[in-house]
């Protein structure tokens, strides 16, 4: 079955960093886009960003332009680099499988990692 | 912007049949998705292009569309539909993103 599991979580201060891994089974991971959606304590999902199954396009939320980065790997995983984190940031980070190459729509949904930035 | 506005709550009794509602603000409607995320768990997809229903979700959801209005029924609602629903569109008019309602919590008491 579909698995996707998020690391690398933690706290930060603000004006730091911090990677976040997606390692992916149950599906052949080079044929999917993939995205990441955030959803901060007791808030709604906002979208973070997605990539192209081959990582050729890539979109991200205006919230986070500039400042995040998505990519991908040959080895079933997926990252999200993120830099000047502020405490707006602060929350839980999900993986998440496009149903498409392209950009169709979330079929699934890993456990989420949380991200705290704070001094 | 593309946006999708969502009732904050909605309550009913079990058996009872649960209606959320999810309102564009732009026409044409896109397609519409729902997620069901329970308690401290991730997002569950229940619908998708507006009415069609993965395997494994129980046949009481269902998803039906009209104009800007897209809407979740749970036709007997039972007491672990307790959850947070949030419709979703995909908004391609020009970079891509996706869009999420601001959810509505489902009360069955």
């Known amino acids: 079955q579909v698995q996707l599991v998020e690391s690398g979580g933690g706290v930060v201060q603000p004006g730091g960093s911090l990677r976040l891994s997606c390692e992916v089974s149950?599906?052949?991971?080079?044929?999917?886009?993939m995205h990441w959606v955030r959803q901060a304590p007791g808030k709604g999902l906002e979208w973070v960003a997605f990539?192209?199954?081959?990582?050729?396009?890539r979109f991200y939320a205006d919230s986070v332009k500039g400042r995040f980065i998505i990519s991908r790997d040959n080895s079933k995983t997926m990252y999200l680099q993120m830099s000047s984190l502020r405490s707006e940031d602060t929350a839980v980070y999900y993986c998440?499988?496009?149903?498409?190459?392209?950009?169709?729509?979330?079929?699934?949904w890993g456990q989420g990692t949380l991200v705290t930035v704070s001094a | 912007s593309y946006e999708l506005t969502q009732p904050p709550s909605v309550s009913v009794s079990p058996g009872q049949t649960a209606r959320i509602t999810c309102s564009a603000d732009?026409?044409?409607?896109?397609?519409v998705y729902w997620y069901q995320q329970k308690s401290g768990q991730a997002p569950v997809l229940v619908i998708y292009?507006?009415?069609k229903r993965p395997s494994g979700i129980p046949e009481r959801f269902s998803g039906s569309s009209s104009g800007t209005m897209a809407t979740l029924t749970i036709s007997g609602a039972q007491v672990e539909d307790e959850a947070d629903y949030f419709c979703?569109?995909?908004?391609?008019?020009?970079?891509?993103?996706?869009?999420f309602g601001g959810g509505t919590k489902l009360t069955v008491l």
């Open positions: 292009e507006d009415n």
């Open positions: 732009a026409l044409p409607k896109k397609y």
């Open positions: 979703s569109s995909i908004d391609s008019s020009g970079i891509h993103r996706v869009v």
């Open positions: 990539i192209r199954y081959d990582g050729s396009n």
């Open positions: 149950g599906f052949t991971f080079n044929n999917y886009g």
């Open positions: 998440a499988k496009d149903s498409d190459y392209r950009f169709g729509y979330i079929d699934y």
